[in-house]
C-alpha cells in the first residue's frame, strides 16, 4: 500500500523559505513521478513541481520557476520541495502525489496516491 507523508509546512513571512518533505513507502518508485501540487481556499488544486524518479527531470509551474526547487532523495525514498522568497499568494494547503505511466504530470487526475497535504501560510 503506497503512502505519502508530508512535513515541513508553516507560517513565514513574506521573502523567507520553507522546506517541505514528502516521504513514499509501500513500493518501489524507480518508474514514477512525484508531484507536488497545492489548493488555496476556493480554489481548484493545481500543479506547483514534478521530478521523474529515474533520471530526476524536473519540471515546474511558471509561477514557481526561480523560487522552488524539487529534488529527491532515492535512498530514502524522500522528495523534497525548497520554497525560497515565498509570497502571500503560495499560501496554500501543499499536497504531494505519486504515480506510474504519468502522461500529463501537471493534471492531478493522473496521480492516484496523495499525501494528507501541509499547510503553508505566507504573512505580508
Known amino acids: 500500500q503506497v503512502q505519502l507523508v508530508e512535513s515541513g509546512g508553516g507560517l513565514v513571512q513574506a521573502g523567507g523559505s520553507l522546506r517541505l518533505s514528502c516521504a513514499a513507502s509501500?513500493?518501489?518508485?524507480?518508474?514514477?513521478?512525484m508531484g507536488w501540487f497545492r489548493q488555496a481556499p476556493g480554489k481548484e488544486r493545481e500543479f506547483v513541481a514534478a521530478?521523474?524518479?529515474?533520471?530526476?527531470?524536473?519540471y515546474y509551474a511558471q509561477f514557481v520557476k526561480g523560487r522552488f526547487t524539487i529534488s529527491r532523495d532515492n535512498a530514502k525514498n524522500t522528495v523534497t520541495l525548497q520554497m525560497n522568497s515565498l509570497k502571500p499568494e503560495d499560501t496554500a494547503v501543499y499536497y504531494c502525489?505519486?504515480?506510474?505511466?504519468?502522461?500529463?504530470?501537471?493534471?492531478?487526475?493522473?496521480?492516484?496516491?496523495w499525501g494528507q497535504g501541509t499547510q503553508v501560510s505566507v504573512s505580508s
Open positions: 502525489a505519486v504515480d506510474r505511466q504519468i502522461v500529463v504530470l501537471t493534471s492531478p487526475r493522473e496521480y492516484d496516491y
Open positions: 521530478i521523474r524518479w529515474s533520471g530526476g527531470s524536473t
Open positions: 509501500g513500493r518501489t518508485f524507480s518508474s514514477d513521478v
